[in-house]
């Protein structure tokens, strides 16, 4: 394995866990050019404000910034901010869409990376959103496992 696999790690979005419940999870592949493919091998991008809607059939991913500026080429439609569509069959869509009508969930994105063919996948959550008092009953619980863990290493 060269190097340059070896260095390549998940880009997280680290405020998922925190701000939504996460009920599953689906891998999914993404359409993306050549340059933006690029960036997220320099991990140039962000996921904190990203989300997927439906449109028309399709799943399209919404506010995922990938950082095309580092690029020393010149590049004329630089859109940072563009919609990405994602790769899954209609089986699944529907699946998806029927449970994010009666449930009321959401789609967010809990991880970008590279399979074992060199694909950008993005792991999907459907989630539920946290309320406050939810937010501050999960950091006390993170909070109680770090020192659980502290504890037990003594």
Not at 34 to 63: H, T
Not at 104 to 121: A, D, E
Request: zero cysteines.
């Amino acid at each position: 394995m060269s190097k340059e696999k070896q260095n390549q790690k998940k880009i997280l979005n680290r405020r998922a866990k925190y701000d939504y419940e996460i009920h599953s999870q689906i891998e999914t592949g993404v359409i993306l050019n050549g340059n933006e493919v690029k960036s997220i091998r320099f991990g140039k991008v962000v996921l904190d404000n990203a989300y997927a809607i439906i449109k028309k059939g399709e799943i399209w991913m919404m506010n995922m910034f990938i950082d095309l500026k580092h690029l020393n080429k010149k590049i004329d439609n630089l859109d940072n901010l563009r919609p990405k569509k994602l790769l899954l069959k209609k089986k699944e869509i529907a699946k998806i869409s029927q449970s994010l009508k009666n449930n009321n969930f959401t789609m967010i994105p809990l991880n970008l990376h590279f399979n074992k063919k060199g694909f950008v996948k993005i792991d999907l959550a459907i989630s539920k959103g946290r309320k406050k008092a939810d937010k501050r009953e999960y950091k006390k619980d993170q909070d109680w496992k770090r020192e659980k863990e502290r504890l037990l290493k003594k």
